[in-house]
């Protein structure tokens, strides 16, 4: 075998490998996030992290609309709406009309939705510290391969949620 061919082969057993601890990664980020949600007194947590996302990007551009939030979550409209009805049901948003817009709804954090989004911007920074750490070891020209390739690997993964479901076989 090639060495440029061997190198594409670990490197793709890499990517699986990454693949499985990222997972491992975010049940366990998950479940503090619960147990700190829960020792705050707040119930009804949303169990994954696109929910508290959502949470936070109200937190920080409130009053804002679905659109707003799907745009700058880079999200469908439809999957925030199903987001913040659930959000609304469990009492972490509350819905607005603003007095020169009657027709379109905005949404605004709930004093349950406040608590949540201060926990979580709090975990937030920590973990955005340490991956700055992270990049500390790489020079500038890798970090900006470092860029690429993950804005590669967002276009590719956003081409296969997009693309028709399926297995060759």
Known sequence: MKQAEATRRHIYSLYWKISHLREQYESREITTFLQRAD????ENCPRNITSIHVIDCIGNNEP?????????????KASITKIS????????????????????????????????????????????????????RYTEDE???????????????????????????
């Open 39 to 42: 020792e705050a007194g707040i």
């Open 64 to 76: 804002i609309n679905n659109t707003a939030i799907a745009e700058k979550m880079e999200l469908s």
């Open 85 to 136: 009805t659930k959000l609304l049901e469990d009492g972490f948003i509350k819905r607005i009309r603003l007095n020169n817009n009657r027709k379109e709804i905005y949404y605004r954090l709930s004093l349950k939705g406040q608590k949540l989004f201060i926990l979580h911007e709090k975990l937030h920074k920590q973990e955005e510290e340490r991956f700055y750490r992270f990049l500390e």
């Open 143 to 169: 970090v900006l391969f470092i860029q690429r390739y993950y804005e590669d690997m967002a276009e590719e993964w956003e081409r296969k949620l997009t693309a028709e479901v399926g297995f060759e076989v």
